[in-house]
């Protein structure tokens, strides 16, 4: 099996709980890394309880198929408090770094993972700020995450809307 040049791996692969997440980080990465037209792999495990039963099949599956340089986690902190899997999210990514950890150093070497992702991180998403984030255009365009002129940052005034939920 040929190695995947460097340059030619996606940067992000995500493994998510939905629908909304995994239609919308294509959108997002893009605007993110300034390049668009790549694929960005990602799977949806179909609800929290998916993810964390599956998590290391689903991380074989991505990491086998597309050699991300990168995965990304998310589960809902709605979910981890609902199905009190933790108590807490300390101890939930705790719980999942240990489980990434093992199947890390079980398949680090196995040839067809290779080449071996640089980082798998978990996110605990906070849904009540989700689509605040994603609006706040001005935190992103200055924080270089999206590449937007100054005209182009009038959306209204939707992160004062929902200011109420903080």
Not at 45 to 67: P, R, W
């Amino acid at each position: 099996m040929s190695e995947v040049p460097y340059f030619q791996r996606p940067p992000f692969g995500f493994i998510v709980e939905g629908t909304g997440e995994y239609l919308a980080y294509p959108s997002i990465v893009a605007r993110i890394v300034k390049e668009s037209g790549f694929n960005i792999p990602r799977v949806n495990a179909g609800g929290f309880a998916q993810v964390v039963h599956h998590l290391e099949e689903h991380l074989s599956d991505i990491v086998a198929t597309y050699k991300p340089l990168s995965i990304l986690i998310t589960v809902d902190l709605i979910d981890v408090l609902y199905n009190k899997t933790a108590r807490d999210c300390s101890e939930l990514i705790s719980i999942l770094h240990g489980r990434i950890g093992a199947w890390s150093r079980a398949n680090e070497h196995v040839v067809k993972f290779q080449p071996f992702p640089e980082q798998i991180s978990v996110v605990i998403q906070i849904q009540k700020f989700e689509p605040w984030i994603i609006a706040d255009k001005f935190g992103l365009r200055d924080g270089g995450f999206i590449n937007l002129p100054e005209g182009e940052c009038d959306w209204g005034g939707y992160p004062d809307e929902v200011g109420h939920l903080v």
